[in-house]
């Protein structure tokens, strides 16, 4: 798991530490383990000896993070040279070493040839969008050949948000000390960052929750349901998809291609009866049952409300008897369009899009996508619901608080018609096999996007591509 936490716990975290070790060496950790990513980067691309590297140095202790990593790639035989923001304020300790070991400072020309640029001009300090020279240094690093490693953060991100207000630094890498911070797992600021190495600089004294979290490869792998010997069907989970109209039969169709991929025992479908013949003569295994969801058999969870059209009574019905069932539910699309005096719980999973939030929290949607996090937080504790909010970084919030889960696995290639029918079966498919809310959702969300993954390596994908290649995103997790 990688967790994440907000800037003024990292700082009250290093200032537990600092009291504890002699002055500056949590910096000497941090650019110790700079430059060993630095000297990697390089040696991919002919060696650290020669090698000409350009240091971005702001006015804070991020840029004398990049100073003294810099003197150590410099004792190696690297050409450093130091474009400082402003001469007047500089890490005086770091440019001393750096100086000692034969670097220098120069102008920004330095970046025309180097190899590669390191990005020490903000780090958790920035606030806003960079401004004046910093803003105009990170243009011309963009415009240069070299590779960029981000220091800490990619400057002029908003760290605990995600937020980008303005120029900021895009890195091919980054390398973050002590924790991770929300803006490294959250976009729009994540996709500056580049790939991200967490060096370890020893922080303890963390909050016990973080402020989000991305599952990783092994976690997503120890929560996917798996059916034991003795196990069968019923003892797997039977999910009810409430979902798909006459209107917009398809969607019910890629709501139960997705629970069908979700590792339950059976998939019962209640909807209109054409639709229902639909999803037959595509998938027999189907139990197509009765129109309304109370009438159906036993199920574990439900999904209800792709495909379910606004002002209707008989979408409204559908919606009303799967939250009456108190059964965990997933309620996607139509259904979001129903909620009032319905009663929800921490079991039901709201998925919205940017839109569908901004509707129900009567904001624009505009705000909602430059501020995610706090909007999806918001949604939760004001619905009292589980929330998915998606979008190019999916989050995951409870309505209790907690941590955020952001899901790592996104793709742009998500972003086509139906695709998020096929998310709310597969979510609905993982409650009914056991999982809790958070996990069924933020394991959903994950698998999801590595179908994605995985099919557009063939190509532009439809949504029906990705019911093909969720068996294949499974395996490769186990
Ligand atoms: N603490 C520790 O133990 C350790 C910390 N470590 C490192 O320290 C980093 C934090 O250092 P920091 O606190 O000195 O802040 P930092 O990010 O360098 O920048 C602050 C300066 O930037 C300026 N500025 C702000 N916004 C701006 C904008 N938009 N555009 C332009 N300028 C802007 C602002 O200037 P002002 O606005 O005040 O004039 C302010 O003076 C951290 O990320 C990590 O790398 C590691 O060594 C491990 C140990
Ligand atoms: N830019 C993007 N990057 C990654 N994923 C995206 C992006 N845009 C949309 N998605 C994902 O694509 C899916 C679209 O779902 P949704 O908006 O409900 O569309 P539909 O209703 O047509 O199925 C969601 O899972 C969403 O997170
Ligand atoms: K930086």
């Known amino acids: 798991m990688r967790r994440a936490y907000h800037v003024d716990e990292i700082r009250r975290a290093e200032a537990d530490l600092m009291a504890r070790l002699p002055d500056g060496a949590l910096m000497q950790r941090a650019a110790a383990g700079l430059a060993a990513v630095a000297a990697r980067i390089l040696r991919d691309s002919g060696g650290v000896y020669g090698a000409r590297v350009a240091l971005l140095v702001g006015v804070g202790d991020n840029g004398g993070d990049a100073l003294y990593a810099g003197a150590g790639l410099a004792r190696r035989g690297a050409r450093v040279r130091a474009v400082l923001l402003d001469e007047t304020r500089v890490h005086a300790g770091g440019l001393a070493a750096l100086v000692e070991a034969g670097g220098r400072t120069a102008d920004e020309t330095a970046l025309d040839d180097a190899e590669l640029i390191i990005d020490g001009m903000l780090g958790i300090g920035g606030h806003g969008g960079l401004r004046g020279r910093a803003a105009q240094l990170a243009r011309a690093a963009a415009d240069a050949a070299a590779a960029v490693l981000a220091v800490d953060l990619p400057s002029g991100i908003d760290a605990d948000s995600g937020q980008v207000a303005g120029t900021c630094v895009r890195a091919d890498a980054t390398v973050t000390f002590g924790a991770y911070k929300p803006g490294l797992l959250i976009d729009p600021a994540a996709e500056h960052a580049g790939v991200v190495e967490l060096v370890d600089i020893g922080l303890s004294a963390l909050p016990e929750h973080a402020a989000v979290e991305a599952l990783q490869a092994a976690d997503v792998a120890g929560l996917l349901p798996r059916p034991s010997h003795a196990t069968d069907k019923y003892l797997r989970g039977v999910v009810g998809v409430a979902c798909g109209s006459v209107d917009y039969p398809g969607a019910g169709m890629l709501a139960v291609g997705g629970a069908l991929r979700g590792g339950v025992g059976a998939v019962r479908y209640s909807g209109p009866r054409q639709v229902g013949e639909e999803i037959l003569r595509r998938w027999p295994e189907v139990l197509v049952e009765a129109e309304l969801p109370s009438a159906a058999g036993r199920v574990q969870a439900w999904v209800c409300g792709s495909g379910l059209p606004a002002d209707d009574e008989y979408a409204a019905q559908r919606t009303k008897q799967v939250v009456d069932s108190a059964l965990p539910a997933v309620l996607d699309a139509g259904a979001l369009t129903y909620l009032d005096d319905l009663d929800l719980g921490e079991h039901i999973v709201l998925t919205p899009h940017a839109g569908e939030a901004a509707r129900l929290l009567g904001v624009e949607r505009a705000q ?48 086509t018609a139906g695709s998020g029918d096929v998310l709310a079966g597969l979510i609905g498919a993982l409650l009914a096999a056991g999982l809790r809310p958070l996990d069924a959702a933020s394991v959903g969300a994950y698998m999801h996007g590595l179908a994605g993954r995985l099919a557009r390596r063939e190509g532009p994908i439809a949504a029906g591509d990705l019911l093909a290649s969720l068996p294949r995103a499974w395996h490769n997790l186990q």
Do not use: C, H, W
Not at 394 to 414: D, K, S
């Open 368 to 415: 909602v996508e430059a501020n995610r996090l706090d909007f999806v937080r918001g949604l939760a504790a004001e619905l009292g619901a589980t929330v998915l909010l998606k979008g190019s970084t999916t989050l995951i919030a409870e309505p209790g608080g907690g941590a955020v889960r952001a899901n790592p696995t996104g793709t742009a290639a998500l972003a």
